[in-house]
């Protein structure tokens, strides 16, 4: 049982350089989630998809774009990375707000030099 | 003020005790509440849900107070594996999203 996976665990970049972190869940779910998680910072949410088709900002969106492909998938694209978003970056899934539980990736490791 | 505040800890206790961690939200309109723990490095898991009427999981109670936008977390008779970040989680304003606050990490030593 698989639930929430994401790719790649790692990353190193280089400044200025570009990358898509991948998330995939295969729990039928209908809304998923992007969250950074910086020592000190908590997990902060950057972007959203409520449902299939729809996708909206959360705290700090600056610097990301998304992609909710389709119902598994929910795609994180830094088109220029920089230093500051050196981070944890976790992705989850929930069925439905308001009850149930939000289940998460192992996270996803990026340093940016 | 920030959508979800907690108690900065860290919390250092001795087994066998009780401890408490609190945590305040901004949007008066939330309808979901949640603990969640965090073992280091690891992603968060939920620890249990948070009713209008409290609830208790074992050594773990959960307590809301809506009149002053308050939750609550104790834990009784703290074992060693309690060690880890509490995370206090509220639904955003939009009810679409749930958002965390910063944690409270939580030692228990023997």
């Known amino acids: 049982n698989a639930g929430v996976t994401q790719t790649p665990k790692f990353q190193v970049l280089k400044t200025g350089q570009s990358m898509t972190l991948q998330c995939a869940q295969d729990?039928?779910?209908?809304?998923m989630y992007w969250y950074r998680q910086d020592p000190g910072m908590g997990l902060r949410l950057i972007y959203y998809?409520?449902?299939?088709?729809?996708?909206d900002k959360g705290e700090v969106p600056n610097g990301y774009n998304v992609s909710r492909l389709n119902k598994r998938e929910f795609s994180l694209r830094l088109e220029s990375a920089a230093p500051s978003q050196t981070s944890v970056y976790f992705c989850?899934?929930?069925?439905?707000?308001?009850?149930?539980?939000?289940?998460f990736g192992e996270g996803s490791r990026l340093t940016v030099l | 003020r920030k959508e979800v505040e907690q108690d900065p800890g860290p919390f250092n206790v001795p087994e066998g005790a009780t401890v408490a961690f609190n945590c305040t939200y901004s949007?008066?309109?939330?309808?979901?509440f949640f603990w969640y723990r965090q073992d280091c490095r690891k992603e968060p898991k939920l620890l249990m849900s948070v009713y209008s009427s409290g609830n208790e999981d074992g050594r773990f109670t959960a307590q809301l107070n809506r009149a002053s936008q308050y939750i609550s977390l104790l834990i009784r008779d703290s074992k060693l594996s309690d060690s880890a970040t509490y995370l206090c989680v509220v639904n955003n304003q939009a009810g679409t999203a749930l958002i965390f606050g910063k944690g409270t990490t939580l030692s228990v030593s023997s």
């Open positions: 949007n008066s309109a939330s309808q979901s």
């Open positions: 998809s409520a449902s299939e088709g729809t996708t």
């Open positions: 989850a899934s929930i069925s439905a707000m308001g009850g149930g539980e939000l289940f």
């Open positions: 729990m039928n779910h209908n809304s």
